[in-house]
T-cell receptor, first 114, second 113 residues
Framework: DQQVKQNSPSLSVQEGRISILNCDYTNSMFDYFLWYKKYPAEGPTFLISISSIKDKNEDGRFTVFLNKSAKHLSLHIVPSQPGDSAVYFCAASAQTGTASKLTFGTGTRLQVTL | DAGVIQSPRHEVTEMGQEVTLRCKPISGHNSLFWYRQTMMRGLELLIYFNNNVPIDDSGMPEDRFSAKMPNASFSTLKIQPSEPRDSAVYFC???????????FGSGTRLTVV
């Protein structure tokens, strides 16, 4: 059962335009959400996160929006740059008390074209 | 800091052989996670350790998979016997206590033929 879903396996956006990556989750116990970025032959790297007490978090060109009632979050990249081309993973965590294990989605491959 | 170090980077083995993947977490991190990446399921958590103790191994697919963390600076994931469906990229990650920011290694690409 996929608790974190990224229904778009790929997305192509022109340089300078906005990229919007979407993520849905089913577990209402999730209280922290993260986006990771992965280049080929490398491990995923942390990009941005948001706590369930917020509905928006911004870091430079990257903004994450959280809609708890819809169990939906999105990552906006503005403006998109060719170096943003990568696979983006959405991840979620429920506080467990000992270690916070992350549940990841299947990823969305973003291609930023010139 | 060199980050999370995984070895080998690539492993090609024949079906039925034993495979051992290795991970050295970041010094000071006390949580360690093994993930497997496949096209169909994305990044799946296999097992994680806190202070060298296995906390949750519910993601380990079968008895053929086992993981150990004998000390704070080393962990292994073993598959015995390996099967072609085990072919995937295996990632190790570490984090500090209940910190949400994992640091991933570069992964081991396993191919079982």
């Amino acid at each position: 059962d996929q608790q974190v879903k990224q229904n778009s396996p790929s997305l192509s956006v022109q340089e300078g335009r906005i990229s919007i990556l979407n993520c849905d989750y089913t577990n209402s116990m999730f209280d922290y959400f993260l986006w990771y970025k992965k280049y080929p032959a490398e491990g995923p790297t942390f990009l941005i996160s948001i706590s369930s007490i917020k509905d928006k978090n911004e870091d430079g060109r990257f903004t994450v929006f959280l809609n708890k009632s819809a169990k939906h979050l999105s990552l906006h990249i503005v403006p998109s740059q060719p170096g943003d081309s990568a696979v983006y993973f959405c991840a979620a965590s429920a506080q467990t008390g000992t270690a916070s294990k992350l549940t990841f989605g299947t990823g969305t491959r973003l291609q930023v074209t010139l | 800091d060199a980050g999370v170090i995984q070895s080998p980077r690539h492993e090609v083995t024949e079906m039925g052989q034993e495979v051992t993947l290795r991970c050295k977490p970041i010094s000071g991190h006390n949580s360690l996670f093994w993930y497997r990446q496949t096209m169909m399921r994305g990044l799946e958590l296999l097992i994680y350790f806190n202070n060298n103790v296995p906390i949750d191994d519910s993601g380990m697919p079968e008895d053929r998979f086992s993981a150990k963390m004998p000390n704070a600076s080393f962990s292994t994931l073993k598959i015995q016997p390996s099967e072609p469906r085990d072919s995937a990229v295996y990632f190790c990650a570490s984090s500090f206590q209940e910190g949400y920011g994992y640091t991933f290694g570069s992964g081991t690409r396993l191919t079982v033929v």
